[in-house]
């Protein structure tokens, strides 16, 4: 039940430490698989400790405990789990205190979350709302950083968010900047925040400039305080550019022209991204650090890149000496040291000495070397099986996750290799549900991705049907760049379907996901490629769509009579219905040379069912925009409760127009 500050400051003084953060994955599976993802990440990369993130307004607050609970009690990891304190109620942040502190968990980041808008948020059919409204007591992350030292005095270690590049609060966004955010963070670390951590950034002399300004602030609040830059793995270059929009974190002219280059090969931008995380961390190890100098990396719960990052710049802690200590009989015998070699066995030169068992150390991997004439009745049941004969040194009793075989596995070889990277092509929304990445890239539960008065601006106050018809028109037409389910312009594939979309929209059924058809083309088609240059990719069409109740009557019996259509439908009341509850449909695939098939793109029953709670919590964000009453708030409502979310698959995809033709009623 350790404190972060408390192993920051046992670390030697000019040494490095690294965090790794993880988020609640939205399936079941997902959240099997990201246990042993993090099991294996825990042994072989060895992070000083681990935070856990938590859903703006508390919407994944079950699932943030329980994955810390997997981290700080299952696995050992000393965990972090952050907290945000606006528009949720107030019991919800007494019991998550508490939760964390029967955990053993006793370290917090302090945040605020979306600004306080407890008109919208409030239920006020449960009984005393009012009352257990947190806004009434938090307003700012300082809020919630006085309320735990008041609470609990110094039983958590208080972190708190810092920004490089300055705070970007999109209700007043002409305030970003560090000048602006100065007061406040003083403010937090004065009220007994003990660490600080950074927003993602790639610019490092922005950094530099922001950790100079602490340290020699003059109210000297942050002279010796740890500040831990976060950093994000370049994972995809779509992912990068959506990360950057949203944080509003620049990227330097350099990197963002080497990414450029190569933003159609998938793996080459991995191995650049590698690169320049690499150096990036290489000239901040270089600035001067009143104590350990750490790194805090944003993994969106996937293995690879981040493993080559800490490899390529030594990061990776190596193991400490172990004291073996006279054997149970009581023989007084030398102490001998034991170092992990590369193969992850445990060397003892004088086989005299036998090592005692111990909870930090009894790991089946770790295995001492002994003569084959040495008879195996020296050893006792529990002790033989921490041996191993010389001339089977090499071959493994358990699977090994030592320093020197982290880059192998994280690169994909052998069956750990494949259980670190099956999900390698970062996934989303469509990826495979059984994935600990499934789900939104930054795990923080279902949001808007813009402010109220930003909402306003982009969609207006819609009052009837035909005016929520033409926001989804102007922006498939380009005219306004983001709606509720989509924060991104369209990409160049949608373009092509065009047409057909505006043919939809113009029935009603609004379009919100879509794919046109493709027949093998190059991986480095510049519309369809992805993956790497030497391969060929296929697609599936699909179009994702909300309908109304009464349409999806009348559509639901034509889907059901064409054999090569796959659908999935439900509504907000959790009504689900499909062609095909067991079936698991790759519409995204493709072949490369010495590869297996990937497939990124992925849509079954588990994962439809995930993203549906989270379409119709959209709504919901999109009508608290709007004062409860009004006629907008009214018209989402109605539409929220009545329309149902369909998913339409065809598999005929060599037949040019088959999609459309039972959608649209066209001819193919």
Not at 27 to 46: P, V
Not at 335 to 348: D, K, L, R, T
Not at 456 to 476: M, N, T, V
Request: charged share 25%; net charge negative; proline share 6%.
């Amino acid at each position: 039940m350790a404190k972060i500050t408390d192993k920051i400051a046992a670390l030697p003084p000019d040494s490095n430490y690294f965090s790794l953060e993880f988020f609640p994955p939205k399936t079941q599976q997902g959240f099997s698989n990201l246990h042993a993802r993090l099991s294996r990440m825990a042994q072989a990369l060895r992070p000083l400790f681990v935070n856990v993130t938590w859903g703006a307004g508390g919407s994944t607050s079950t699932k943030s405990l329980a994955l810390a609970e997997l981290t700080q009690r299952s696995l050992g990891l000393t965990t972090c789990l952050h907290l945000t304190c606006t528009n949720m109620s107030r019991r919800l942040i007494d019991e998550a205190l508490e939760q964390a502190k029967a955990l053993g968990v006793r370290n917090i980041l302090a945040l605020r979350g979306d600004p306080p808008r407890s008109e919208e948020y409030r239920d006020d059919s449960q009984a005393a709302a009012e009352e257990d409204d947190s806004n009434k007591d938090f307003t700012w992350a300082v809020d919630l950083v006085r309320y735990i030292r008041r609470q609990y005095g110094d039983y958590f270690c208080v972190g708190v968010a810092g920004y490089p590049e300055g705070h970007s609060d999109q209700s007043h966004p002409e305030h970003q900047s560090v000048e602006h955010d100065l007061p406040y963070l003083v403010e937090k670390t004065a009220a007994g925040a003990d660490f600080i951590m950074t927003q993602l950034f790639y610019d490092v002399d922005a950094y530099q400039q922001y950790e100079r300004t602490l340290r020699e602030h003059e109210s000297g609040v942050f002279k010796t305080i740890p500040i831990i830059p976060g950093l994000m793995p370049i994972q995809s270059y779509q992912i990068l550019c959506r990360t950057t929009k949203l944080s509003h974190a620049s990227l330097p002219a350099d990197i963002s022209s080497r990414l450029h280059a190569v933003k159609g090969d998938d793996e080459a931008v991995k191995r650049v991204g590698v690169d320049i995380l690499s150096e990036m961390i290489g000239k901040m190890e270089k600035l001067p650090s009143p104590g350990p100098r750490g790194f805090h990396f944003y993994t969106l719960n996937l293995e690879k890149v981040v493993s080559q990052i800490l490899e390529r710049c030594d990061l990776i802690p190596s193991t400490p000496p172990i004291i073996l200590a006279p054997p149970e009989n009581g023989a007084q015998v030398e102490e001998a040291i034991v170092e992990e070699e590369s193969e992850g066995y445990m060397v003892v030169t004088d086989l005299k000495k036998r090592r005692q068992s111990s909870l930090a150390n009894s790991q089946p991997r770790n295995r001492v070397v002994v003569s084959r004439d040495r008879a195996s009745s020296a050893s006792s049941t529990r002790t033989s099986a921490l041996e191993a004969p010389e001339d089977q040194a090499g071959v493994p009793k358990d699977r090994i996750n030592s320093r020197a075989n982290t880059l192998a596995i994280s690169e994909g070889q052998g069956d750990l290799g494949r259980e670190a990277t099956w999900d390698d092509f970062p996934n989303g929304r469509w990826g495979d549900a059984r994935s600990p990445a499934y789900g939104e890239i930054d795990g923080y539960g279902v949001s808007l991705h813009v402010s109220a008065p930003n909402a306003k601006r982009l969609w207006g106050e819609p009052s009837k049907i035909a005016d929520i018809s033409a926001l989804f028109q102007q922006h498939l037409e380009g005219e306004i760049d983001a709606m509720p389910w989509s924060e991104e312009a369209l990409q160049p594939e949608t373009l092509i379907i065009k047409p057909k979309l505006l043919s939809m929209i113009n029935k009603g059924w609004w379009t919100i996901a879509s794919q046109p058809a493709v027949k093998g083309v190059r991986s480095t088609d510049p519309i369809f490629g992805w993956g790497p240059k030497n391969g060929f990719v296929f697609q599936k069409p699909f179009v994702e769509f909300f309908v109304p109740s009464a349409d999806w009557k009348r559509l639901q019996q034509a889907l059901g009579e064409d054999e090569q259509i796959t659908y999935f439908a439900g509504n907000w009341a959790g009504d689900f219905v499909c062609s095909d509850e067991e079936s698991v449909n790759p519409v995204t695939w493709g072949t490369f040379t010495g590869k297996e098939i990937i497939t990124p793109t992925i849509i079954e029953a588990v994962s439809f069912k995930a993203w549906l709670e989270e379409a119709f919590g959209i709504w919901g964000e999109w009508q608290r925009v709007y004062e409860p009453g009004s006629k907008s708030s009214k018209l989402l409502e109605k539409v929220r409760k009545d329309y149902w979310l369909v998913n339409v698959i065809d598999h005929g995809f060599v037949v040019p127009g088959a999609l459309w033709k039972v959608l649209l009623n066209e001819a193919a």
